[in-house]
Nanobody, 121 residues
């Protein structure tokens, strides 16, 4: 019913930048919060950042100042600007959206397929 498609991942050198995008499509009535999570090998998935429909943001404490989340409500798209990347930022990054479909009764969490970010020299 709802698809989230991420793009923008890849290989970058330490200190570099990447911008991830995630576009939601399908039978969407409303999207509440959107966010980014990441999962490194052997570790649990963790919140990177989230943003509400009216622009309130929340970040993992360790990432404040380097990552910036934003969204375009008209395009149902959320972005993650990642600066000063470190090798420990290497992970699969997943997009998440709290969405209500057309004729739906409740919001549910939709997930993208993930995009690999590798920070290495």
């Amino acid at each position: 019913q709802v698809q989230l498609v991420e793009s923008g991942g890849g290989l970058v050198q330490p200190g570099g930048s990447l911008r991830l995008s995630c576009a939601a499509s399908g039978s969407i009535f409303s999207i509440n919060a959107m966010g980014w999570y990441r999962q490194a090998p052997g570790k649990q998935r963790e919140l990177v950042a989230s943003i509400t429909s009216d622009g309130m943001t929340n970040y993992a404490d360790s990432l404040k100042g380097r990552f910036t989340i934003s969204r375009d409500n008209a395009k149902n798209t959320v972005y993650l600007q990642m600066n000063s990347l470190k090798p420990e930022d290497t992970a699969v990054y997943y997009c998440n959206a709290n969405v209500m479909v057309l004729n739906g009764r409740y919001y549910y969490n939709a997930w993208g397929q993930g995009t690999q970010v590798t920070v290495s020299s």
